[in-house]
């Protein structure tokens, strides 16, 4: 059981479970029919996305200290009560069930899924492995 953390158009893992797309934007090119048989996404779920301004923030970020930025605003809008509540409901759904959350940024390091591992964690997530 648990809730993976993936790149999303990667390869799915034997019992990754629901793919959710925690980004701003569909892809791009991609018809909607193709989202989930091309690895993208099973549902889309913005609400755990960075806003547009604070994503820019985060993809500009080339110190240490802009990325730390990146991080405190992120964090702080994941404390909105709709927000704050999802990461509870997803932290407590990982003791029962396989899902994944993720984004496209290929590195997980600079990335807003990062945080939301952190996140879910601090909530008692349980995190699967990365496979």
Not at 63 to 90: C, H, I, Q, S
Not at 97 to 111: H, L, M
């Amino acid at each position: 059981m648990g809730v993976r953390v993936v790149q999303l158009g990667s390869p799915r893992a034997a019992g990754e479970g629901t793919r959710i797309g925690t980004v701003r934007r569909p892809p791009r090119g991609v018809p909607k029919e193709r989202f989930a048989a091309d690895g993208w996404y099973d549902v889309w779920y913005p609400n755990l996305a960075p806003s547009a301004e604070t994503m820019k923030q985060g993809q500009g970020a080339e110190t240490e200290a802009a990325w730390n930025a990146f991080v405190r605003k992120y964090r702080g809008e994941m404390k909105v009560p709709e927000n704050d509540r999802t990461l509870d409901v997803l932290a407590a759904l990982s003791h029962h069930a396989d899902f994944s959350v993720g984004c496209y940024c290929d590195n997980e390091a600079r990335c807003h899924r990062s945080v939301l591992r952190a996140l879910l964690a601090e909530k008692g997530a349980v995190i699967a492995p990365a496979p």
